[in-house]
Every structure is written in structure tokens, then in C-alpha cells.
């Protein structure tokens, strides 16, 4: 069966610091990988999402990137964290059947 | 945007009544999501309609879709304690890739 891991679960980075999440799935092969973020109490902002490896589009201008070293590997990078990044960062994956299936999420907090 | 929007933003209701939740979108769509939140936690998928279905039922759960109005509506029936979580709906575009947009969500809290 497929699962889909993130680490770290909460993490919290002075601003102005490096950010590295990664998401890693398991099961599948080459599957579309999504990148989210949701601020508290919102829906979910498409931020990056990647149809093989290598692959990324990014849906809005931001302080991050994405990269897809791997197959099954996606990383959220941040060069300098701001204030505004403080989020809950989902992954999520799909084989081209529109249903999508989340990880268990990154809480960032930014102080 | 292509963000779906829910109504209402939160819902109160007693177990065993039945709990209904809407979403509006505003492009043509391929099939429309809907996803379940538990409190810090990832999405879960409930169901999918396609833009060709106007009805589906999943056990409790019960989605229609009127692509005339773009709307879609969720309803839960004898709705339980452990139904209380934040509900999305999510429009995949007609064309295009796999991207989802989602609505803001409904927060259904069922007291027991």
C-alpha cells in the first residue's frame, strides 16, 4: 500500500533562517507530488507541485522553492524564512485519478 | 481564482441530525472533491463526483453537484461526535494538470 511521510511534524526557525521539509512517498512510482500551505483556520494554498523528477511549477510568487531530486522525494526550501511563511505545509501526491492523498503535515512557526 | 468557497464557515449541530454543507466554484470543472480535516492534521478524501454526475452517496455521505449553478453540496446524515472536523471541497479543473483548488472550508463541530 502507499504511504506518504513528512518531517519534520512541527519546527519552529527564527526568521531570516534556512527551511528544508521533506516529503517522501512510498508504494508508487512516479507520482505527481504537491506542495500546500494553510494558514490557521483556511483553506489550502497550492504552492508547487511536480509531474517527475526535476519537473516543478510553482503556482504563486513567494520566498520558497521545491525540488524533486528523486522519484519519490519532495523538498520545500526557503533560502531566509519570514514572519509570513508561518503555516501548516501539507504533501500530498496522486497517480492522475484527481484524488489526492496528504501527508500528515509540517507546522512551521517563524518567530 | 479558481477557489471553491463553503458555506457556511461553521456548522453546530447535535449527534443524530444531519449536518449539509455547500460549495460554489467559479470555472468549468472535470469533477469536484470533497475532503475531511482533522484538527492539525492532513486531508483526508471523502468523494468524488464527476462534472457528468449530479448525485453520489458513500455510506453517510451524500454529494450533489449542479454544474449549471457550480455548486456543489455535502450532506452527512445521524452525524456523530467523531464527524466533527473541517470539510473542503476541491474542483479539478477541466484541463490541465492535476492540480485541486480548495474552498476555505466548513468546520462541523457535532456535540454528543
Known amino acids: 500500500s502507499q504511504t506518504i511521510h513528512q518531517w519534520p511534524a512541527t519546527l519552529v526557525q527564527p526568521v531570516g533562517s534556512p527551511l528544508s521539509l521533506e516529503c517522501t512517498v512510498e508504494g508508487t512510482s512516479n507520482p505527481n507530488l504537491y506542495w500546500y500551505r494553510q494558514a490557521a483556520g483556511r483553506g489550502l494554498q497550492l504552492l508547487f507541485y511536480s509531474v517527475g523528477i526535476g519537473q516543478i511549477s510553482s503556482e504563486v510568487p513567494q520566498n520558497l522553492s521545491a525540488s524533486r531530486p528523486q522519484d519519490r522525494q519532495f523538498i520545500l526550501s526557503s533560502k531566509k524564512l519570514l514572519l509570513s511563511d508561518s503555516g501548516f505545509y501539507l504533501c500530498?501526491?496522486?497517480?492522475?485519478?484527481?484524488?489526492?492523498?496528504f501527508g500528515p503535515g509540517t507546522r512551521l512557526t517563524v518567530l | 481564482s479558481q477557489q471553491g468557497e463553503e458555506d457556511p464557515q461553521a456548522l453546530s449541530i447535535q449527534e443524530g441530525e444531519n449536518a449539509t454543507m455547500n460549495c460554489s466554484y467559479k470555472?468549468?470543472?472535470?469533477?469536484l472533491q470533497w475532503y475531511r480535516q482533522n484538527s492539525g492534521r492532513g486531508l483526508v478524501h471523502l468523494i468524488l463526483i464527476r462534472s457528468n454526475e449530479r448525485e453520489k452517496h458513500s455510506g453517510r455521505l451524500r454529494v450533489t453537484l449542479d454544474t449549471s449553478k457550480k455548486s456543489s453540496s455535502l450532506l452527512i446524515t445521524a452525524s456523530r461526535a467523531a464527524d466533527t472536523a473541517s470539510y473542503f471541497c476541491?474542483?479539478?479543473?477541466?484541463?490541465?494538470?492535476?492540480?485541486?483548488?480548495f474552498g476555505t472550508g466548513t468546520r462541523l463541530t457535532v456535540i454528543p
Open positions: 476541491a474542483t479539478a479543473p477541466q484541463a490541465g494538470a492535476n492540480n485541486l483548488f
Open positions: 500530498a501526491w496522486n497517480n492522475d485519478g484527481h484524488e489526492q492523498f
Open positions: 470555472t468549468s470543472i472535470n469533477n
